[in-house]
């Protein structure tokens, strides 16, 4: 189990590893043909930041032979704002007093049929955590509905038991994503007030059970703001690599939320400049050539455009964040768990796509392979 | 050139082309008729089998390539045979390429499942044609199960790194009743010449038409690579030998 791994591991240690890194070890690093993870150290050190222009030619060029000239498109569909957490940076959290809701079935086939006129055909569904309201079997009642309109779904919810899963499974659900949010264990109290979130280690045995049930893919991360973005990076590579090797059949995706503004008072502990996201997607690039890097409407239009050569594979657009948003655009804006960065439409992204000499993905999956 | 039969249909051209990793569906179809390919596969995961209405599907038809839809992304025999039924359906041809790779990274064939599927695939009336390993045992199998062709990989999929497995392909070649089509890891025109000199019936290249600077220019370069290795092979290659021909014979005094 991972969480035998990491106990091999000192937090501060491993900072001073990384911040240790020396030019020489990020030059072999660039050299290697495949990267370990002491490399991958080296490429998120600061020592690897004079070398983020010969990063990102690699990344490129490894990018565009494992994926080809390709960005696939998807679309956050927020079900429930209900949240039994305390999280000190998320909107949805139970302190909150915002208004809360979860959609209907027939609510839901309303924004799925907004959703597909837009083009989508993959869906990740995301919820607050509420057992009752929006638990595993409301899931599988909305995959119903949604199952007609779209090709592939995601989900993005609290840790499921395993039994959960492997029925949502067998119900079409294709991909998994969970953020650990971040691996340093004594900080992770300071951030999960209340509620089942608070417990770290059911969150991070969440990802063995999911690997045994055997999901299409499972979508991992962290939180950047909250520690140190080099260390909690180096801790999901290391997962990454232990999950690999565990389930073996499944996908891995990662992707690097970074904090944006939201309801509530939480000021980033720790600041990812662009920079520094750059030159951690380029790393994990360098590091690993198969898995799936997306870059969220969390980030500006300028900065995904520029990166969208350089190493991402998957891009949400036109997101609302609002349970109902993408059939009642004007009603529901008070409920969203964060304002969005990137406010173009999935058209428009497409197009921009286009315009780089990439084609916009919109099906890359159907519910007759599984 | 000997034209190529596999099951009841004739091929002139043997370069056999994929539709993935392309930068838009005009760049696609552009190539993919620059090359004079005849067979195109593409995957059912990128196709909408409810409404044809997709980025690949109209380019094809309107170039007129004969479809080989493929099962990527299915992870053992019972998904293939599901997913194949569907595209037959949708796509009114039994024509498959067989790909069961429960590895989602490096994409390596599973053998075990496929010869599985192949077998009931070939009894419910598909022309199956199955990518494997490498591998002369699993080759000979498949051909005994009624598979129409073998499609043994050069190396990883979607890799450029060319025939590292030659001396396996050298042997499935050697044996094969039927076509062999080599099938992945071809990066560049000159690893296609190689494997037609060596024999092979005909390969499969996508990845390095796809993501090459001019696909167009690339797709022309690999199907002039592909007839100068046949017509190679065609014309009895000169063996190569490591041996010296003695001028002054040292067996002439037996004569």
Redesign the interface.
Known sequence: MFTDIIKEYNWEQTTNLIYSKTVDDVISALQSKKPTIDDFMALISPAAEQYIEQMAQKSSLIT???????IQLYVPLYLSNFCQNNCVYCGFSAKNSIKRKVLTFEEIEEEVIAIKKLGF?HILLVTGEADVKAGAEYLAKAFEVIKKHM?SISIEVQPLKEEEYSSLISSGLNTVYLYQETYNKQKYANYHLKGNKANFENRIDAYERLGRVGV??IGLGFLAGLEDWRTDAFFTALHLNYL?KQY????FSISFPRLRPHVGQFEPNSIMTDKHLAQLIFAYRLFDE?VEIALSTRESASYRDNMISLGVTSMSAESRTDPGGYAHPEQNKELEQFTINDNRTAAQMAETI?SK???A??????F??? | MEPLKIADTIFTSRLFTGT??????IVMRDALVASKSELVTM???????KNQN??ILPYLQEANFKLLPN?S???NAK?AI??AE?AREALQTNWLKLEIH?????LLPDGEETLKAAQELVKRGFIVLPYVQADPVLCKKLEDVGTATVMPLGSPI???NGLNTRDMIRIIIEQSNIPVVVDAGIGAPSHAAEAMEMGADAVLVN?AI??SQNPVQMAIAFKLAVEAGRMAFEAKLAKQSSMANASSPLTSFLS
Do not use: H, M
Not at chain 1, 248 to 251: G, L, P, V
Not at chain 2, 102 to 106: E, F, G, S
């Open positions: 565009k032979k494992r994926f080809g000239k390709t055909q090709s299409y893919k690999k073996w059949k499944t996908k198969n286009r000499g990439y084609e993905v919109w099906k890359d999956w159907d007759c392979l599984q | 993935g990793k392309f930068s838009s569906g995957a059912l995961r990128r196709i909408d089998l997709d980025d099962t992304g299915v992870r998904e599901f997913a569907l429960p590895d989602p990274r490096y979607g890799s450029n990845t796809a993501v």
